[in-house]
């Protein structure tokens, strides 16, 4: 006798068929089911999710070697400049030097056109000469005084490495030991400006 096969219920789902599971909802004790993964992130302003590059492009090699020569030239002018300014410095620093010595030979004038007027009269009296030369040493005192480089020549002061060079020690009961007695040279000026020390003789200590 033939067998028919039996028809299925329609009341109830075939658990095999995914439409209907997705119909009546997940069954008890069995987790629901995902689609899988298909390799790609989820896409944003219609770019894909996966391998889009982020930030700005990288610079193409011309801009870098645009970028290269104007560093190079601003590099160039900088030496350039530099080099100028050295030179100006040069030129400023030799014209204040030639003022200087301009100024220095001004101020000794009147003290030889002093000189060559007492050679004038050196037939005259011998002692109008002599005050005549003291006059002029005077004046060139004067004039390195006003330089900047007084006159040292002082005796009975104590001695003082920095202002006067021994030339001698002797004994002199009248002079307090390590003064000076005599003045062999008078120094000038003081300190950094000072043109040469006085050399003197020092009484010797007991």
Do not use: C
């Amino acid at each position: 006798m033939p067998i028919h096969p039996k028809n299925p219920d329609p009341a109830v789902p075939d658990h095999t068929d995914p439409a209907s599971e997705d119909a009546v909802g997940p069954l008890p004790g069995v987790p629901p089911r995902s689609d899988p993964p298909t390799g790609r992130g989820p896409a944003t302003d219609g770019q894909p999710g996966l391998g889009a590059a982020g930030g700005d492009p990288a610079p193409s090699e011309d801009e870098y070697t645009a970028e290269l020569k104007e560093l190079e030239d601003r590099w160039r002018r900088a030496l350039a400049d530099l080099d100028n300014l050295r030179k100006r410095h040069a030129r400023e620093l030799e014209r204040e030097r030639r003022a200087e010595r301009s100024r220095t030979a001004a101020a000794f004038l009147p003290v030889l056109d002093n000189l060559e007027l007492a050679l004038t009269h050196a037939g005259a009296d011998p002692g109008a000469i002599v005050e005549g030369v003291q006059a002029v040493r005077d004046q060139a005192v004067n004039v390195l005084a006003l330089l900047g480089y007084p006159r040292h020549a002082e005796t009975g002061v104590a001695f003082d490495p920095a202002r006067h060079e021994v030339i001698g020690v002797v004994q002199d009961p009248d002079a307090s030991p390590g003064t000076v007695v005599d003045v062999l040279r008078p120094g000038y000026g003081d300190g950094e400006r000072q043109l040469r020390p006085a050399a003197v003789t020092v009484a010797k200590r007991e």
